[in-house]
């Protein structure tokens, strides 16, 4: 393993990963800072570049992009008050306070510090637990990948949504997207309509970009800017902020957070937006004063950011075993691997090995340029929160557009991406989440294809999918999963129904 790390470091430390590295990391922080603009918009819009590059120079522009994506969050969620990506929701419980007290220094600080060691804890797991759990996973056939394959998009439906109804249907609606194209083993069109176009399916790049830019885009547009909104411009901050005693306060509140970070993030479909919530939600829980949450305190902002950055770790570690995307900003970076020909899964450490420790490495590095950007850089980013949003967001369509048609050169591709973002559009509307449509619209294929190679293996015969250990275990999950969330949704249901007895009572 020793060896791999050190090939990793001679990969990225060339030139060329190195500038793309600062230069993801830049452009992340940019896109996490300003409200409306997500880390898994930059991947989305920046993914066409990668489509020249190495897989290496490509896949650390896209981790660049990753880190300062989910790390700039912090940056407005502690000035104005708004969270600039779901990743940094808690830290304008306890930031947004702390800055109106004139403690903004602090909370950035606070912040930028323990978004970079939560994100290296997540860094180390990932690097020592990955390779064992691949050699695991090689033992995994036909029958196991179908079973991990359903587990994922059941997980996903249920969990990314507060409607099991919605998210089930969100994850439908991406399966039924996949089905279109030739299908796998026998090569039979579907769907076509005889539109030659039709024949590949629709192209994975232009559907992350529709449904995740492009909606982005619309939805942000119809909000009105509020000018009330002021940025807190002046702070003062010495080193990051902490004395040593406070630093060391912290310790049992950065490790919780970092673990619950870590261990949600390898779970599909949940991710940082979570991540954050739980890890403050137990911050407080095991707080002495848990009363002083809410007004300003250090933990608040510690176990937030903690554990949103440790939640990128995690959520590649399925990714990088298993072929599963954790969350969506690594579903586009399943799409960069794929652009590449490259199959994540455990064969990926045996045939590109190189490649994957390039990116334990690029994530390592991106990293550290991400705490010394946001330190030294912090006045230059804050001023990015006064641009007005009807110049960025024309800027960000155009780019859209140019990197879809770029893909193939195909007109095609772009009126996919408008097809796309108008369904993401008309979805977030009516209040369907859209992980699991990109999510469904990549594992369905993978369950499909395995199931037609298992039943061939089988000759037709559905038991070993039930009497295998591995496929039996992760098919058991999925029921108890989908009957928790069937359970959880009645008692929801329950609840609202109560309330409103009791309201018309009074």
Same mark, same amino acid.
């Given at each position: 393993?020793?060896?791999?790390?050190?090939?990793?470091?001679?990969?990225?430390? $060339?030139?060329?990963?190195?500038?793309?590295?600062?230069?993801?990391?830049?452009? %992340?922080?940019?896109?996490?800072?300003?409200?409306?603009?997500?880390?898994?918009?930059?991947?989305?819009?920046?993914?066409?570049?990668?489509?020249?590059?190495?897989?290496?120079? /490509?896949?650390?522009?896209?981790?660049?992009?990753?880190?300062? =994506?989910?790390?700039?969050?912090?940056?407005?969620?502690?000035?104005?008050? &708004?969270?600039?990506?779901?990743?940094?929701?808690? @830290?304008?419980?306890?930031?947004?306070?702390?800055?109106?007290?004139?403690?903004?220094?602090?909370?950035?600080?606070?912040?930028?510090?323990?978004?970079?060691?939560?994100?290296?804890?997540?860094?180390?797991?990932?690097?020592?637990?990955?390779?064992?759990?691949?050699?695991?996973?090689?033992?995994?056939?036909?029958?196991?990948?179908?079973? &991990? $394959?359903?587990?994922?998009?059941?997980?996903? !439906?249920?969990?990314?949504? =507060?409607?099991?109804?919605?998210?089930?249907?969100?994850?439908?609606?991406?399966?039924?997207?996949?089905?279109? =194209?030739?299908?796998?083993?026998?090569?039979?069109?579907?769907?076509?309509?005889?539109?030659?176009?039709?024949?590949? =399916?629709?192209?994975?790049?232009?559907?992350?970009?529709?449904?995740?830019?492009?909606?982005?885009?619309?939805?942000?547009?119809?909000?009105?800017?509020?000018?009330?909104?002021?940025?807190?411009?002046?702070?003062?901050?010495?080193?990051?902020?902490?004395?040593?005693?406070?630093?060391?306060?912290?310790?049992?509140?950065?490790?919780?957070?970092?673990? &619950?970070?870590?261990?949600?993030?390898?779970?599909?479909?949940?991710?940082?937006?979570?991540?954050?919530?739980?890890?403050?939600?137990? !911050?407080? #829980?095991?707080?002495?004063?848990?009363?002083?949450?809410?007004?300003?305190?250090?933990?608040?902002?510690?176990?937030?950011?903690?554990?949103?950055?440790?939640?990128?770790?995690? !959520?590649?570690?399925?990714?990088? @075993?298993?072929?599963?995307? /954790?969350?969506?900003?690594?579903?586009?970076?399943?799409?960069?691997?794929? &652009?590449?020909?490259?199959?994540?899964?455990?064969?990926?450490?045996?045939?590109?090995?190189?490649?994957?420790?390039?990116?334990?490495?690029?994530?390592?590095?991106?990293?550290?340029?991400?705490? $010394?950007?946001?330190?030294?850089?912090?006045?230059?980013?804050?001023?990015?929160?006064?641009?007005?949003?009807?110049?960025?967001?024309?800027?960000?369509?155009?780019?859209?557009?140019?990197?879809?048609?770029?893909?193939?050169?195909?007109?095609?591709?772009?009126?996919?991406?408008?097809?796309?973002?108008?369904?993401?559009?008309?979805?977030? #509307? @009516?209040?369907?989440?859209?992980?699991?449509?990109?999510?469904?619209?990549?594992?369905?294929?993978?369950?499909?294809?395995?199931?037609?190679?298992?039943?061939?293996?089988?000759?037709?015969?559905?038991?070993?999918?039930?009497?295998?250990?591995?496929?039996?275990?992760?098919? %058991?999950?999925?029921?108890?999963?989908? !009957?928790?969330?069937?359970?959880?949704?009645?008692?929801?249901?329950?609840?609202?129904?109560?309330?409103?007895?009791?309201?018309?009572?009074?």
């Amino acid at each position: 393993m020793l060896t791999m790390i050190l090939n990793g470091f001679n990969e990225v430390l $060339a030139l060329q990963p190195m500038l793309l590295i600062i230069g993801g990391v830049a452009t %992340g922080i940019i896109f996490g800072a300003i409200p409306g603009l997500t880390a898994t918009m930059a991947v989305a819009l920046c993914l066409p570049l990668t489509f020249g590059m190495t897989p290496i120079s /490509g896949m650390s522009l896209l981790v660049g992009l990753y880190i300062g =994506g989910v790390s700039g969050g912090l940056i407005s969620a502690i000035l104005i008050n &708004i969270p600039g990506t779901p990743s940094s929701i808690s @830290t304008t419980f306890d930031g947004a306070p702390m800055a109106q007290r004139g403690l903004a220094g602090k909370a950035l600080g606070a912040g930028m510090l323990y978004s970079f060691l939560g994100g290296l804890f997540s860094i180390i797991i990932l690097t020592f637990v990955s390779p064992p759990l691949a050699r695991f996973a090689l033992r995994f056939g036909p029958f196991e990948y179908f079973a &991990i $394959a359903i587990f994922s998009l059941t997980m996903i !439906a249920t969990v990314s949504a =507060g409607s099991l109804i919605k998210g089930l249907l969100s994850g439908m609606v991406g399966v039924l997207l996949a089905t279109v =194209g030739v299908a796998p083993i026998d090569a039979f069109p579907r769907f076509t309509f005889g539109l030659y176009e039709l024949s590949g =399916g629709f192209n994975l790049l232009p559907v992350l970009i529709g449904l995740f830019a492009i909606s982005e885009i619309l939805k942000t547009a119809e909000t009105a800017i509020n000018p009330d909104i002021k940025v807190i411009q002046k702070y003062k901050v010495k080193g990051f902020g902490l004395s040593m005693k406070e630093f060391l306060g912290q310790t049992k509140n950065f490790f919780r957070s970092s673990l &619950i970070g870590t261990g949600i993030g390898i779970l599909p479909g949940i991710g940082g937006g979570t991540a954050n919530i739980i890890a403050y939600i137990s !911050a407080k #829980k095991a707080s002495k004063h848990p009363e002083k949450f809410g007004t300003g305190v250090l933990d608040g902002v510690v176990a937030s950011e903690s554990a949103n950055n440790a939640a990128v770790g995690g !959520a590649l570690i399925p990714l990088i @075993t298993l072929g599963i995307p /954790g969350d969506t900003v690594t579903a586009m970076l399943l799409g960069g691997l794929m &652009i590449h020909g490259l199959a994540p899964g455990p064969m990926l450490f045996v045939t590109s090995g190189n490649v994957v420790y390039g990116i334990f490495v690029a994530l390592f590095i991106a990293n550290i340029i991400m705490l $010394a950007m946001e330190f030294y850089g912090m006045r230059i980013f804050v001023r990015l929160l006064d641009i007005p949003k009807y110049y960025l967001l024309p800027v960000i369509m155009a780019l859209c557009v140019v990197g879809a048609y770029g893909l193939n050169n195909r007109v095609f591709d772009v009126w996919s991406l408008v097809f796309f973002g108008l369904l993401g559009y008309g979805l977030l #509307k @009516t209040g369907f989440p859209l992980p699991p449509v990109i999510l469904g619209f990549i594992l369905g294929p993978i369950a499909e294809t395995n199931l037609r190679r298992g039943l061939m293996l089988s000759k037709g015969d559905f038991t070993p999918f039930l009497t295998r250990p591995i496929a039996a275990i992760f098919l %058991g999950i999925t029921v108890i999963s989908i !009957a928790l969330s069937i359970y959880n949704e009645q008692r929801r249901a329950r609840q609202r129904i109560e309330e409103a007895a009791q309201e018309l009572q009074e």
